[in-house]
């Protein structure tokens, strides 16, 4: 059956929504989304729609081809997020035409259920212990924290010692069997990132995250000689083909593509295949809305070094509107002692809430990431 139409609809606090509908009636949702340029993503779609309109819904990965390799100028954030949520759309509606989750169509599921970490402390980390300590209440076995606010190139070791002291507090809090993993968000540069680096070593970490920016990967491997910490990355990595070279220099533990950035679920589960030939874990990166949530389960599912998967439940940046709240059926995210069930549901096993998304599309949002700068004016990595 044909694909009919595309819809999409820009909903608080931060998130971009596609709905896609065949001939014959059927709906498959898609979150394609850059956080901060949603507007330049929902432009992309709408120009890929030219090549969906009257395809076959069926033929995902032949549709996925035709997005990626149709056009000259390939990847990236903007065009690999576009595919992503067309993508994750059409296993959505494919998987309710023939009443399977899509994990069934990447060959079943491996796992009956998925670990997931929590955030805290926001962009600039305060009361982290308390706050760790009251997700463990909330039946959470492992924490992701930002490590720091601005780094220069260099900079002074009071800083490091800072996030020695916030680290301290959350193991103080959690104890020594929780999962804590420090996020650098790609803010600190080489020289610090060696030096912060080695200092966490002594809290026994999940793992360190993107200690340097993807630009700038060549420096893991400086990087790994510091620390026995695993080594986390690829947020920012839209394709096999930029993970590729990561995998090869052999330098990282875990990779995070994410489903709503890295082409959706066609792509990163070649990703994540990739990764496994490597012997590298896989750790979806999902700071988003419940249908890239919903996607990245379905992934997780079938993948077999998927250990762990982010959500964005009570995240500092959903102000207003947060993970559950454009859902028919809040219960389908229900954790428990620190995992979360697959969902068992046709497609990517969620209900949207129309009616609401609809209303909330109505307000929309221009959500923009901090501008940061140092103390001497220079503008800061956030």
């Not at 896609?20 to 890929?48: M, Y």
Request: with cysteine; charged share 25%; hydrophobic share 40%.
């Amino acid at each position: 059956m044909k694909i009919a139409r595309i819809e999409l609809f820009p909903v608080p606090p931060r998130w971009l929504f596609l709905k896609v509908t065949s001939e014959d009636g059927f709906v498959g949702w898609g979150e394609p989304i850059v956080e901060g340029r949603a507007e330049t993503v929902a432009a992309a779609v709408r120009e890929l729609a030219d090549y969906v309109i009257g395809q076959d819904a069926d033929r995902i990965e032949d549709t996925w081809q035709v997005l990626y390799r149709g056009g000259f100028y390939r990847g990236g954030p903007i065009l690999m997020s576009a595919i992503a949520g067309i993508d994750q759309a059409l296993w959505d509606l494919k998987g309710k035409r023939y009443q399977l989750p899509v994990y069934e169509f990447l060959g079943g599921r491996v796992r009956d259920k998925v670990r997931v970490y929590a955030w805290i402390g926001g962009d600039r980390p305060s009361d982290v212990g308390e706050q760790a300590w009251m997700k463990r209440e909330q039946g959470f076995t492992a924490i992701k924290m930002n490590a720091t606010e601005e780094l220069h190139y260099i900079d002074s070791h009071v800083k490091v010692d800072a996030v020695l002291e916030r680290v301290q507090a959350v193991r103080d809090a959690v104890g020594r069997d929780f999962g804590i993993a420090v996020d650098f968000h790609g803010r600190v540069h080489k020289a610090m990132a060696k030096v912060l680096a080695r200092e966490l070593s002594a809290f026994d970490l999940m793992f360190i995250e993107e200690p340097v920016l993807p630009e700038h990967n060549e420096a893991l491997r400086e990087i790994a000689r510091h620390t026995t910490t695993p080594i986390a990355t690829g947020e920012r990595m839209f394709s096999r083909w930029d993970f590729k070279r990561l995998l090869q220099d052999g330098y990282v533990d875990v990779i995070q593509p994410d489903l709503s950035h890295a082409g959706g679920i066609s792509e990163v589960r070649k990703i994540a295949a990739m990764a496994e030939a490597y012997d590298v874990a896989v750790a979806p990166h999902c700071p988003l809305g419940p249908i890239a949530l919903a996607a990245s389960l379905q992934v997780d599912a079938a993948t077999p070094n998927v250990f762990i998967q982010e959500q964005s439940l009570g995240i500092h940046y959903n102000q207003g509107n947060d993970l559950l709240d454009y859902l028919s059926d809040a219960t389908v995210f229900r954790y428990e002692d620190g995992f979360v069930s697959l969902p068992k549901g046709p497609g990517l096993g969620i209900e949207i809430d129309e009616e609401r998304v609809r209303q909330a599309a109505a307000e929309g949002h221009r959500w923009k990431n901090p501008v940061w700068r140092n103390e001497d004016g220079t503008v800061a990595e956030w």
